[in-house]
């Protein structure tokens, strides 16, 4: 199989990799970029585990090409912090104590970020039909959800 050379911008950083025509984006984040926030839970797109952006569009990274992200803007877990300092999300379930083993977490962290730079003021409804894709084993999810509204509303107040 021939390689492919793709040009791309991964948390706002252009970048540049080689991978083949089959290889995941989740393989190719973790594998040839280093990014190794997104996981892989189960490989078929049901556990949410690998979600990141493409071009603005929540997506599970084991289902998307990385020969088809040439061009594109990709955004990790690893691009919510700021200059060292954590997103309000990422301080919000450490306060709470919405993780545990940390496997869904960065999945979950991209999937709340991405709904609230939608809507910065969800339901709790709201918030758990965004996050219905994205499955944790650890924590149940009403700390997952008081994390996220506490966030929202400190994002709302800043």
């Not at 390689?3 to 970048?15: E, F, L």
């Not at 990385?66 to 040439?70: K, P, Q, S, T």
């Given at each position: 199989?021939?390689?492919?050379?793709?040009?791309?911008?991964?948390?706002?950083?252009?970048?540049?990799?080689?991978?083949?025509?089959?290889?995941s984006?989740l393989?190719?984040?973790?594998?040839?970029?280093?990014?190794?926030?997104?996981?892989?839970?189960?490989?078929?797109?049901?556990?949410?585990a690998?979600?990141?952006?493409?071009?603005?569009?929540?997506?599970?990274?084991?289902?998307?090409l990385?020969?088809?992200?040439?061009g594109a803007?990709?955004g990790?877990?690893?691009?919510?912090?700021?200059?060292?300092v954590?997103?309000?999300?990422?301080q919000?379930?450490?306060?709470?104590?919405?993780?545990?083993?940390?496997?869904?977490?960065?999945?979950i962290?991209?999937?709340?970020?991405?709904?609230?730079?939608?809507?910065?003021?969800?339901?709790?409804?709201?918030?758990?039909?965004?996050?219905?894709?994205?499955l944790?084993?650890?924590?149940g999810?009403?700390?997952?959800?008081a994390?996220v509204?506490?966030?929202?509303?400190?994002?709302?107040?800043?």
């Open positions: 199989m021939k390689s492919i050379h793709i040009s791309t911008k991964v948390n706002g950083d252009a970048m540049e990799f080689v991978c083949a025509p089959d290889e984006l393989d190719v984040l973790r594998n040839r970029l280093g990014l190794t926030g997104a996981k892989e839970g189960c490989g078929t797109g049901d556990c949410g690998c979600s990141v952006t493409l071009n603005g569009r929540l997506v599970c990274a084991c289902l998307v990385g020969a088809e992200v040439d803007e990709i990790t877990v690893e691009g919510i912090a700021t200059d060292g954590l997103h309000p999300l990422q919000a379930f450490i306060d709470h104590a919405a993780l545990q083993c940390g496997i869904c977490t960065p999945g962290l991209v999937a709340a970020k991405s709904l609230l730079d939608r809507n910065p003021d969800p339901t709790d409804t709201e918030l758990r039909y965004w996050l219905a894709g994205n944790c084993r650890c924590t999810y009403d700390k997952i959800i994390a509204q506490d966030a929202a509303q400190k994002m709302r107040a800043a």
